[in-house]
């Protein structure tokens, strides 16, 4: 049996919150001790505050999440606020654990996670599944997730996202107990005899002609094709009746992303502003050498990819009753969409016929699922869906 508590708090002190998040998780559990909890919390909040206000008033065996930059329930909506999904299961097996250091050294990173992951030869468990946040404003997220998947030699299924912190691109944090870590990254193991579902999609279709990446610099896009990349967006800006304001360029790159053709797909990359040589920040990395395209989309296509990755989420659980569901989408559909982002909640609802969910607004998502998108990416919603 597995039991779940979705909960949401738009309480600003941190400590305050903390508890209320506790008292709704009592409330649903009763006296149960829940055996992991999952955070997503504003970047306004003490974060040790309230995990130490969670964990004193639930006592989780385990604590795990992240910073966020938009939080949401099946019921609610906001980005000053904090949620949790609370599990107490005899038939679901957790265990977690966080490796600082992304920036100096991934391989540690990746060896500290691997780990703590069950590497039994009894098969005591059918299905392999873990959660992965990572302080994505680090770097090397997509990196993390090639290195950890070549490690458990594809046995396992991911999905996660980057942490957040309010669209303000400048300090992420992962949880882990009740501490919040920069530079890290925390993995959260899922084993169950039941299928856990796992879809993704994004929406995004490319215009345009290729171009090759011919220069980067971790997470800064020096070239396209040779030129500065910031040349290659302004003749996109033209070509297409677009304003392109260098001094003002997020609204515009909210609507003009990025694409790395991969195996007849695309991953997708958002640019973050324009630096004073020319180049470009990006919410991720992107490797020297691939092709790109710009990418378009409008609100219709954003929702349709939600609802596409709940279902494949709740085709992957087959003819067990789903219990309930973690959702994650980039910030900057957010922020593209405005108020309409409700309206992609809503075919979340709708699609999941009734479960109750929790998730949040994330840097860039990790999905891992045999025959869809793999690794991590941005502007993509990615839904995991845990039977009863």
Known sequence: MTQSAVVFTEEQNGRNAG???ANKIVEKLGEKIPNAVIVFASSVYDYPSLLESLNEGCRPQLIVGSSSAGEFTSNDRATDSACAVA???DELKFSACLAEGIKKDRVAVVEKLNSALTHDSDYQYQYYSAMIFADA??????EIVELLTEKTMGKYQFFGGGAGDNANFQRTHVFYGTGAFTDAAVILEILSNKPIGVGAAHGWKPVGTKMRVTQ???MHLISLNARPAVE???EHAANTGQTFDLEQPIPFFLHNILGIEVAGDFKLRVPLS???DGSLAMASTIPEGAYVSFMVTDNDCSEKAATTAAINALKQIGDHKPNVALFFDCVATRLRMGKEFDLELGQISKTLQGTDYAGCNTY????RVEGQFSGFQNCTAVVCVIPE
């Open 364 to 367: 860039g998502q990790i999905a």
């Open 19 to 21: 508890r209320e998040l």
């Open 232 to 234: 290659l967006f302004t």
């Open 274 to 276: 324009i630096l004073e």
């Open 87 to 89: 599990f107490y299961s």
């Open 216 to 218: 980067v610099e971790g």
């Open 137 to 142: 404003l680090s770097g090397y997220t997509d």
